[in-house]
């Protein structure tokens, strides 16, 4: 599966955010999706995930409440809408997909990813 990640930009604090994530080359299928997020010499973070059927979702603490993840299989996307965002915020975000159906936090448990987006948030 080839992933393409788009929708980051320079927003302020507070404000909202939408990335999306097309896969390309193969359909999503029953893909486990996700997206995480890394600044440089950091560890990539967890921020979200999907099941295959869009039923279960699972985020990191820290965006509990502030950011949903959603997909849509027809169109071979999944989005992450980030709302109230903050400073912190600010980061690389990629999204990812695995074939296994649990939800996994640790980046090196999902097989496939996009190139990145950048999102900054200015405080």
């Known amino acids: 599966v080839q992933l393409q990640a788009s929708g980051g930009g320079l927003v302020q604090a507070g404000d909202s955010l939408r990335l999306s994530c097309a896969a390309s080359?193969?359909?999503?299928?029953?893909?486990?999706m996700g997206w995480f997020r890394q600044n440089p010499g950091k560890e990539r973070e967890f921020v979200a995930g999907i099941s295959w059927r869009g039923g279960s979702t699972y985020y990191g603490d820290s965006v509990k409440g502030r950011f949903t993840i959603s997909r849509d299989n027809t169109k071979n996307t999944v989005t992450l809408q980030m709302n109230v965002l903050k400073a912190e915020d600010t980061a690389v975000y990629y999204c990812?997909?695995?074939?296994?159906?649990?939800?996994?936090?640790?980046?090196?448990?999902?097989?496939?990813w996009g190139q990145g987006t950048q999102v900054t948030v200015s405080s």
């Open positions: 990812a997909a695995d074939p296994g159906t649990t939800i996994m936090s640790t980046a090196r448990s999902w097989d496939y």
């Open positions: 080359g193969r359909t999503l299928g029953r893909n486990t």
